[in-house]
């Protein structure tokens, strides 16, 4: 006696669109998402870690106002207590005695027990991107006073 609950050997014509429309589907949300991202500038970089940070690796994008520099830092060591201090990005523009700079800090803690990478990123605005010469990205503890302004 045959089972007459047996399922066809073909798929229903609905089952056949949906199999047809997933690939498409996930074909054109790959290539919107990979079109909407913006390439890194081919610009150099000098990361300058110490003893106690290392920047691991940067990367710079550019951005409508001006560049973005992105990358991950690291604790050097597995010694002493918190880690205070900042990054300082400065960019460098061909003809121009004064770079742009700005003071980042990193998105969460650098443990003393775990070397784990944590990202930092800094905006830079109003940057003519096309004269850019190079762009340093260095650790510095504590503040910066160089760049505050004085008041007299």
Request: charged share 20%.
């Amino acid at each position: 006696m045959a089972n007459s609950r047996s399922m066809p050997a073909v798929p229903s014509v609905t089952k056949r669109r949906i199999l047809v429309a997933m690939p498409l589907g996930a074909c054109l949300i790959m290539s919107t998402t990979s079109c909407a991202s913006t390439r890194p500038l081919k610009v150099p970089l000098h990361a300058m870690g110490n003893n106690r940070v290392e920047i691991v690796w940067t990367r710079t994008y550019p951005t409508k106002t001006g560049l973005r520099v992105s990358g991950m830092v690291r604790r050097a060591g597995m010694f002493g207590p918190g880690l205070g201090g900042h990054l300082h990005v400065t960019a460098f523009i061909k003809d121009l005695a004064n770079p742009y700079s700005v003071d980042t800090r990193w998105n969460g803690t650098l443990s003393t027990r775990v070397r784990r990478l944590v990202p930092f990123s800094a905006s830079i605005a109003d940057v003519p991107i096309e004269r850019v010469e190079h762009i340093d990205v260095e650790y510095r503890s504590g503040h910066d006073y160089r760049t505050r302004s004085v008041t007299t």
